[in-house]
């Protein structure tokens, strides 16, 4: 399976902060990585896909870069609303695997 | 707009069966860019891929589960269920069920149901 490893794990920041997300892989996925959010007692919701893509609807604040092992999750500007757990998950290979989640918490 | 709806028990005793069903509307199961997916979450605890099936019932299923678990699906009612065998405390989770969309080499989870919380308990 491959390994994905979140850091950090907890992150607190305040409204119109620029956060950032690492997302490291056991082996190579090309760009073979999503990212989603996920609020309490919520499913999670597709946001980057491809690494790097937005997805529709999803305002351009957020974004995602990297290949191969390591990839970057962003948010330019944090809003009330995105404090949330963020996963990043692989799809390279089977099985799907996602990572352990990073909770961003309001300081 | 695509949505998914989970059903079945929220409590099952130990060494029995979990199943659960997904209901799909919007679009069809048959969409043949779609694979139909469950993805476990026990409490506090992060996201698991189970399996994913698709509408000519290839499967593909986590190796972690894969003696355990068995998914099918039914074109005629859009629908496609999850049974989960011998289960234990720690297959208490909230499942999900998800479609799985891939085009152009991009796959990801697009559309989730509400996820159910299935409680594993004498």
């Known amino acids: 399976d491959i390994q994905m490893t979140q850091s950090p794990s907890s992150l607190s920041a305040s409204v119109g902060d620029k956060v950032t997300i690492t997302c490291q892989a056991s082996?190579?996925?090309?760009?073979?990585l999503n990212w989603y959010q996920q609020k309490p007692g919520k499913a999670p919701k597709l946001l980057i896909y491809?690494?790097?893509n937005l997805q529709t609807g999803v305002p351009s604040r957020f974004s995602g870069s990297g290949s191969g092992t390591d990839f970057t999750f962003s948010i330019s500007s944090l809003q009330p609303e995105d404090f949330a757990t963020y996963y990043c998950?692989?799809?390279?290979?089977?099985?799907?695997?996602f990572g352990q989640g990073t909770k961003l918490e309001i300081k | 707009q695509v949505q998914l709806q989970e059903s079945g028990p929220g409590l099952v005793k130990p060494s029995e069966t979990l199943s659960l069903t997904c209901t799909v509307s919007?679009?069809?199961?048959?969409?043949?860019?779609?694979?139909w997916s469950w993805i476990r979450q026990p409490p506090g605890k992060g996201l698991e891929w189970i399996s994913y099936?698709?509408?000519?019932?290839?499967?593909g299923y986590n190796p972690s589960l894969k003696s355990r678990v068995a998914t099918s699906v039914d074109t005629s009612k859009n629908q496609f269920s999850l049974k989960l065998t011998s289960v234990t405390a720690a297959d208490t989770a909230v499942y999900y069920c998800?479609?799985?969309?891939?085009?152009?080499?991009?796959?990801?989870?697009?559309?989730w149901g509400q996820g159910t919380l299935v409680t594993v308990s004498s």
């Open positions: 998800a479609r799985y969309y891939c085009t152009g080499g991009s796959c990801a989870f697009d559309y």
């Open positions: 919007g679009g069809p199961v048959s969409s043949t860019s779609s694979y």
């Open positions: 099936i698709y509408y000519n019932s290839r499967t």
């Open positions: 082996q190579d996925t090309s760009n073979y």
């Open positions: 491809d690494a790097s």
């Open positions: 998950q692989q799809f390279a290979n089977l099985p799907y695997t």
